[in-house]
Antibody, heavy 123, light 110 residues
């Protein structure tokens, strides 16, 4: 059974960097048949996909246009996890952040989710 | 403003059926699989339907999905109180190169 366990601070100051980690159990971050995603949810923006990383002989990352200039999603194969970094945050980045998996066997669908992390951007 | 359009609310009485719609365009629903998620208060979304009409193991047969053109629907029959939740549709958008979602539908079981 795949499990995703998120960690990271719940409070980030404006203009600073939001950093979250998602530890994977029951699967490998380097699997050739999955992608590892970050999604956030807020009352004003609803569910918003932020981006993904995946391995297909080499590592790839894709990002949503809305955050492309200030986001990075990176794998850590030594710890079987992946991370989200969002730079220059503003109060509009306040949201619940989720990590989630897409599998080729369950195409274009997020079939496993982390527990969610409420991140508040405030001074 | 969500890329996919859902009604903000839906309701039904126990035992009844309800259908939730999701409208998109040729660049998203029209050319990609649709998925549906159920979200209970304070929890992460849970996948209910993938590839338009496929149920993951553990999802009951009274929950079904369909797609036609640039629209999709989620149908729940035999409503139960535990079905009261928020429901979201999602799909890939080829123009945006992104996963996109509907704004969510709050289902109330009266």
């Amino acid at each position: 059974q795949v499990q995703l366990q998120q960690s990271g601070p719940g409070l980030v100051r404006p203009s600073q960097t939001l950093s979250l980690t998602c530890v994977i159990s029951g699967d490998s971050v380097s699997s050739n048949s999955v992608s590892w995603n970050w999604v956030r949810q807020s009352p004003s923006r609803g569910l918003e996909w932020l981006g993904r990383t995946y391995y297909r002989s080499k590592w790839y990352a894709n990002y949503a246009l809305s955050v492309r200039s200030r986001i990075a999603i990176n794998p850590d194969t030594s710890k079987n996890q992946f991370s989200l970094q969002l730079n220059s945050v503003t109060p509009e980045d306040t949201a619940v952040y989720y990590c989630a998996r897409v599998s080729m066997s369950v195409p274009r669908a997020l079939n496993y989710w982390g527990q969610g992390t409420l991140v508040t951007v405030s001074s | 403003q969500s890329v996919l359009t859902q009604p903000p609310s839906a309701s039904g009485t126990p035992g009844q059926g309800v259908t939730i719609s999701c409208s998109g365009s040729s660049s998203n629903i029209g050319s990609n699989y649709v998925s549906w998620y159920q979200q209970l208060p304070g929890t992460a979304p849970k996948l209910l339907i993938y590839a338009n009409d496929q149920r993951p193991s553990g999802v009951p047969e009274r929950i079904s999905g369909s797609k036609s053109g640039t629209s999709a629907s989620l149908a729940i029959s035999g409503l139960r109180s535990e079905d009261e939740a928020d429901y979201y549709c999602g799909t890939w958008d080829d123009s945006l190169s992104a996963l996109v979602f509907g704004g969510g539908t709050k289902l109330t079981v009266l």
